[in-house]
Every structure is written in structure tokens, then in C-alpha cells.
């Protein structure tokens, strides 16, 4: 059983739309939750990082977190072809250490 | 500023030879990962390690990989008598303490193909 789940897309958007990308996450103490984008052949880079239930806007990015249901969500603004990328959501979980386990990814297209 | 250094950016082995991937955490970070990405794949978590211990091997190989972070140096990832399944772009990530936020910076990645 996977413990972070995403879809794997490709999720396609209009330039200047909202994109919503959505992961879930298996019922064990979680922690922290992240969101890392990762450009083709490049390594991957945090963009968000949410802590507390609700919702953490940082420019156009804004995470919400929902430890009741178990899930995590990114929600890109005015989507911008820059944003076409693959798209990690990260949880570390509890014991011990904050051992960080990732999701498949979720592949995102922003059409001009 | 430098950041995570990995090297070599890209490795080719034959069936059988070693490879080394070396990964130079942040400066003032003390904690390194591996990770392990096959095209079109998510990343898998293969080794923990801080300076001169391994706190959680649970996602490397049994057989063939190894790592270490000696006290003096990068951290290595060892893998002997490559395959071809072996193929794929390797990521070290550090950390500055214990992650308790969990936040981790990535290197560029080391790019293994095996003939």
C-alpha cells in the first residue's frame, strides 16, 4: 500500500487558470507535508511546505492541509506555461526521525 | 553559497562494473539522503545517513548497494556489479539537523545508464 498517493496527470491547464493539484496520504502520525516541483531532468526544488490544518499562501501557490482527511492539496493562481512541471508531494512521517516519503508525482501542462 | 554538490552528473557502466556516486551535503548540513528516481517515477527513499553512522538503510537493496558518510569527506553510494534495472538518476538531499520540518535540499542528481 502506497503511502503518498497523487495522480499521475498530466493535468492540463490555460494559461492564466487555476490549477489544483491534490495528494493523500496513508493514517500514520504525519508531520509536515511538502510540495516540490520538479522541472524534466532537473532535480527537485520545495516550493511549499505546510505544517497546521488550513491553508498557507506564499505568492501565487497556496497549500491546504487536511490531517482529518488525510489529505494535502496545492493550488497554483494565473497559471503560467513556467509552471509546466511535475509536481511531489512529500510527507514526513513520525518515529524517531522525519523520514520524508514522496508521491509519484503529479505532471502539469499550462497550454498559451 | 554552494548547495548540495553530487558528482559525477553522469555515469555509464557495463553489466558487472561498479559505480560510486558521491553526494557534498550543504554546508552546516549534517544529514544526507538518497533517493532513487526511475524515468516517469516518483522518488524512492534508499538510505538515511548522518556523519559516520547509518540511521535508516529500509529502502536500499539488500544485496550489491551500499552507502557511507565518513567523518572527513562526501557521502558515497556504492553500487557493485551493475544491472541494468540499476539505471536511473540518483538524488542526495541534506538536511541542517535533525529534519524536524522535514525539509530537504536536493542536488542536480547523479544519472547512472548501464550498458
Known amino acids: 500500500q502506497k503511502e503518498v498517493e497523487q495522480n499521475s496527470g498530466p493535468l492540463s491547464v490555460p494559461e492564466g487558470a487555476i490549477a489544483s493539484l491534490n495528494c493523500t496520504y496513508s493514517?500514520?502520525?504525519?508531520?509536515?507535508f511538502f510540495w516540490y516541483r520538479q522541472y524534466s531532468g532537473k532535480s527537485p526544488e520545495l516550493i511549499m511546505s505546510?505544517?497546521?490544518?488550513g491553508d498557507k499562501e506564499d505568492g501565487r501557490f497556496t497549500a491546504q492541509l487536511n490531517k482529518a482527511s488525510q489529505y494535502v492539496s496545492l493550488l497554483i493562481r494565473d497559471s503560467q506555461p513556467s509552471d509546466s512541471a511535475t509536481y511531489l508531494c512529500?510527507?514526513?512521517f513520525g518515529g524517531g526521525y522525519q523520514k520524508v516519503t514522496f508521491g509519484t508525482g503529479t505532471k502539469l501542462q499550462v497550454i498559451p | 553559497n554552494a548547495g548540495v554538490m553530487q558528482n559525477p552528473r553522469h555515469l555509464v557502466r557495463r553489466r558487472g562494473q561498479e559505480a560510486r556516486l558521491r553526494c557534498s551535503p550543504m554546508?552546516?548540513?549534517?544529514?544526507v539522503y538518497w533517493y532513487r528516481q526511475l524515468p516517469e517515477e516518483g522518488l524512492k527513499f534508499m538510505v538515511y545517513?548522518?556523519?559516520?553512522?547509518?540511521?535508516?538503510e529500509s529502502g536500499m537493496p539488500k544485496e550489491r548497494f551500499s552507502a557511507e558518510f565518513p567523518k572527513e569527506g562526501p557521502s558515497i553510494l556504492r553500487i557493485q556489479q551493475v544491472v541494468r534495472g540499476d539505471s536511473a538518476a540518483y538524488f542526495c538531499?541534506?538536511?541542517?539537523?535533525?529534519?524536524?520540518?522535514?525539509?530537504?535540499?536536493f542536488g542536480e542528481g547523479s544519472r547512472l545508464t548501464v550498458l
Open positions: 538531499a541534506s538536511s541542517p539537523r535533525t529534519p524536524d520540518t522535514g525539509e530537504l535540499f
Open positions: 554546508k552546516g548540513h549534517s544529514h
Open positions: 512529500a510527507v514526513s
Open positions: 545517513l548522518q556523519k559516520e553512522n547509518i540511521i535508516d
Open positions: 493514517d500514520r502520525v504525519s508531520q509536515s
Open positions: 505546510i505544517y497546521s490544518n
